[in-house]
């Protein structure tokens, strides 16, 4: 993983301010957690920051500082940290995030960092010249399973090729990403294997009532399955065993007893 600072002084705009629904949604968001620990809401400021500004500045993570009472140095290690923080200008109609990791790169995602370095920019992380598009090569974005794919801001696109992918950059390049089906690019549903199901194809009966195709017949009444339900004659399951939570006397008893031990221990 490459350092991660922060964009130069001269890229870095002189203030921030949440916009005035973010701002709402940003004092209800601190609200979610209990007294004193509402720090805990760094990440999901931060983040709705970046969403606002396609970013995350430098004045931005002074105001969630401000904001949540917490040291600049605090937030600052947080927006570093995590690579989801884009710290300098992206692309702001695309920012094609290209996984790089053993299933994608076996199904070909060297091919499409190829295409991004000549479609984009060579480098990544760095805009095109219209300011409009980069890229960059990610971790595992839990998409393995329909290598090899990308995610634009908060979508993902799957089963990708070459071509396929150029496609989607052209069509978001032109202000139509949002009319970009996400999810596999060829004919599956979410994961189910390509060109149709190969196992499970009986048409499915129910187990009360009429079957699946409608038939006026009706279905079997089986008993509910006892797969899974305690054993009520095993010691552990016997209803009559106290627990801490049943029997808080008995649990108290037991604390002092063990504490009693302890400071004899110590003696
Ligand atoms: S390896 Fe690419 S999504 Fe998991």
């Given at each position: 993983m490459s350092v991660r600072r922060l964009a130069e002084e001269s890229l870095q705009p002189q203030g921030f301010s949440f916009s005035a629904d973010n701002a709402v949604w940003a004092e209800a968001t601190i609200r979610k957690y209990p007294e004193g620990r509402q720090q805990s809401a760094v990440i999901p400021l931060l983040m709705r920051a970046q969403e606002q500004d396609g970013w995350v500045t430098k004045a931005a993570i002074e105001h969630v500082a401000d904001m949540l009472g917490m040291p600049y140095i605090r937030v600052l290690e947080v927006a570093t940290f995590?690579?989801?923080?884009?710290?300098k200008p992206i692309g702001t109609r695309a920012h094609v995030q290209v996984c790089g990791t053993t299933p994608c790169m076996l199904r070909g995602s060297e091919a499409l960092i190829d295409l991004c370095r000549h479609?984009?920019?060579?480098?990544?992380?760095t805009p095109n010249a219209a300011g409009t598009l980069s890229w960059e090569e990610v971790e595992c974005q839990g998409a393995c399973v329909n290598a090899p794919m990308v995610m634009i801001f908060k979508d993902s696109y799957e089963d990708l090729t070459v071509e396929a992918l150029e496609e989607i950059i052209d069509r978001f390049e032109a202000g139509e990403g949002a009319s970009v089906k996400p999810g596999p690019q060829i004919e599956r549903i979410y994961s189910a294997p390509e060109g149709g199901l190969t196992t499970l194809t009986e048409a499915p009966t129910s187990?009360?009532?009429?079957s699946a195709q409608g038939s006026a017949q009706p279905g079997v009444s089986l008993p509910p399955a006892?797969?899974?339900?305690?054993?009520?004659?095993?010691e552990e399951t016997d209803p009559k065993l106290k627990t801490p939570a049943t029997d808080k006397q008995g649990a108290k008893a037991s604390a002092d007893v063990s504490g009693e031990n302890a400071d004899k221990a110590k003696e």
């Open positions: 995590y690579t989801q923080f884009q710290l479609r984009i920019h060579h480098d990544p992380l187990s009360a009532g009429s006892n797969a899974g339900r305690a054993n009520a004659d095993a």
